[in-house]
């Protein structure tokens, strides 16, 4: 996680792992969930969220696309 910048902008303060019972706060995952409730599940398989979430994984070196997010299957 140290080396994951996803991870490391919420788990990592002074270069250093937080441990159990430290503060955690995922604003942006909050934010995508106030999303998907106002919008319903079509907001998380399209658009912003499926955009950013591809772009998430393909950085870790995912595969995954657009198409398998919006379960479109492909021959």
Known sequence: MLD???WKDI???DNAL???G???QRLAYGRTLEKIAR???QAFYEGDIAESTVK???RGGGVMDLD???GRRRP
Do not use: I, M, S
Request: aromatic share 10%; hydrophobic share 50%.
């Open 39 to 41: 919008e319903g599940a």
């Open 68 to 70: 398998d997010v919006r």
């Open 11 to 13: 788990y990592v303060r």
């Open 56 to 58: 998430t994984l393909a």
């Open 22 to 24: 430290d503060f955690v």
């Open 18 to 20: 937080l441990v159990e």
């Open 4 to 6: 994951a910048p996803a």
